[in-house]
């Protein structure tokens, strides 16, 4: 079973502060996935990235897929309240793990007024 | 509207009481997936099927059985429900599965909260 470790599993910081997730494995992945979930409600895609090295930019939101293709970044810049959430991020290694999609633990983010 | 239901929402049952939580899609998807969220583990995959009839078991499937007769829909049953088993539990689809190369975005229902006593 390929493993996909978060970090930190909690933030908790003040509206306007800069913040980084990271989502690490030991295991290639071809392509990644990060989801935003609220209390009560499925997760929802944030984003996908699928070449190594690529950078991709979702309004204050910057995500990052690593060269070797094992690692992610989620980056908020001015953090705000409504950033609140839990954050998953989700890969898969395809070959013979075709269909499968392994979730990270998530990171529970909490932004205060 | 493109939707993935589940019901029921919210269950309560006994230890060794056969139950089924349903699941069903209206975007003409062809992968769905069973998932459990317990705290500090994210989300597990349980099963998952990539068409009609063609299921197969994800990272914690022990306890649960699953069926894809009709293309929108997949229940998950519990035969013998134990409190181990308590959690939250959320379907998916998407509309190929996920493979080399890309990732389709997974549409989630809204979640089923499982209590077992």
């Known amino acids: 079973t390929q493993l996909l470790e978060q970090s930190p599993q909690f933030l908790s910081i003040q509206e306007g502060e800069n913040l980084t997730v990271y989502c690490n494995s030991s295991?290639?992945?071809?392509?990644l996935q990060w989801y935003r979930q609220e209390p009560g409600e499925g997760p929802v895609l944030l984003v996908t990235?699928?070449?190594?090295?690529e950078v991709k930019k979702l309004k204050r939101l910057t995500f990052q897929f690593g060269d070797a293709r094992k690692d992610s970044s989620l980056h908020i810049t001015a953090a705000q309240p409504g950033d609140t959430g839990l954050y998953l991020c989700?890969?898969?290694?395809?070959?013979?793990?075709?269909?499968?999609?392994?979730f990270g633990q998530g990171t529970i983010l909490t932004v205060h007024p | 509207e493109a939707q993935v239901t589940q019901n029921p929402r919210y269950l309560i049952t006994v230890t060794g009481k056969k139950l089924t939580v349903t699941c069903s899609q209206n975007?003409?998807?062809?992968?769905m997936s069973w998932y459990r969220q317990d705290p500090g583990l994210g989300l597990r995959q349980i099963y998952y099927?990539?068409?009609?009839?063609?299921?197969d078991k994800g990272d914690v499937p022990e306890g649960y059985k699953v069926s894809r007769k009709e293309k929108r829909n997949f229940p998950l049953i519990l035969e013998s429900p134990s409190p181990n088993q308590t959690s939250l539990y959320f379907c998916?689809?998407?509309?190929?599965?996920?493979?080399?190369?890309?990732?389709?975005?997974?549409?989630f229902g809204p979640g089923t909260r499982l209590t077992v006593t």
């Open positions: 998916a689809s998407s509309v190929e599965p996920p493979g080399q190369g890309f990732v389709y975005e997974q549409y």
């Open positions: 295991s290639v992945f071809s392509s």
């Open positions: 990235v699928v070449t190594g090295g």
């Open positions: 989700a890969g898969v290694s395809g070959g013979t793990s075709y269909g499968k999609l392994t």
């Open positions: 975007m003409n998807h062809e992968y």
């Open positions: 099927s990539m068409n009609v009839e063609v299921t």
